[in-house]
């Protein structure tokens, strides 16, 4: 299993908007991708938001990446954020 | 719901050891945490640990810190570890 963790740079201001367009990402993977296991948006006391993920292989990770509701997402998110993400992959060690 | 990101700073030539005993701990917190929803270890590239980790509410962390199982695993951390663990403690957003 696979873990990733996505450091997401919002823009001041657009926090409400961010949310919503996340959350509705975080619901279509929920019911379209089998090889995802955890897809949990996470806000720290600074106000800096995260997404903890987990997948089954490399194969759920490029089937996420590729998916039609995350590549029609990127529309949603345009304008909220303020640069790109601070990705970190890593091993389950199980 | 609560998440937690812990880095783990463990000592080059200790990780096997370390493995053992963070697994160990692992399937206690599974078995005897019903409050705790993800107690996850991953190793990133550069083989630095990093426990993810989702709990019910504040109680359920205060419980997981109180338990019988996490105060017996000091022990077999000791003589493992490199330095304290920096940890990131998040809220999801639902």
Same mark, same amino acid.
């Given at each position: %299993?696979?873990?990733? *963790?996505?450091?997401?740079?919002?823009?001041?201001?657009?926090?409400? #908007? !961010?949310?919503?367009?996340?959350?509705?990402?975080?619901?279509?993977?929920?019911?379209?991708?089998? @090889?995802? $296991?955890?897809?949990?948006?996470?806000? #720290?006391? #600074? @106000?800096?938001?995260?997404?903890?993920?987990?997948?089954?292989?490399?194969?759920?990770?490029?089937? $996420?990446?590729? &998916?039609? $509701? !995350?590549?029609? &997402?990127?529309?949603?998110?345009?304008?909220? %954020? @303020? @640069?790109?993400?601070? *990705?970190?992959? %890593?091993?389950?060690?199980?």
């Amino acid at each position: %299993m696979l873990a990733v *963790i996505a450091k997401l740079n919002v823009k001041a201001g657009k926090e409400e #908007d !961010f949310e919503k367009v996340m959350l509705d990402l975080a619901a279509a993977v929920n019911n379209n991708e089998p @090889g995802n $296991h955890l897809y949990q948006l996470c806000k #720290d006391a #600074d @106000g800096n938001y995260v997404v903890l993920e987990l997948y089954e292989d490399e194969e759920a990770i490029a089937a $996420h990446g590729a &998916s039609e $509701h !995350f590549k029609a &997402s990127g529309a949603g998110f345009k304008g909220l %954020m @303020g @640069g790109p993400p601070e *990705i970190t992959r %890593m091993t389950v060690v199980e």
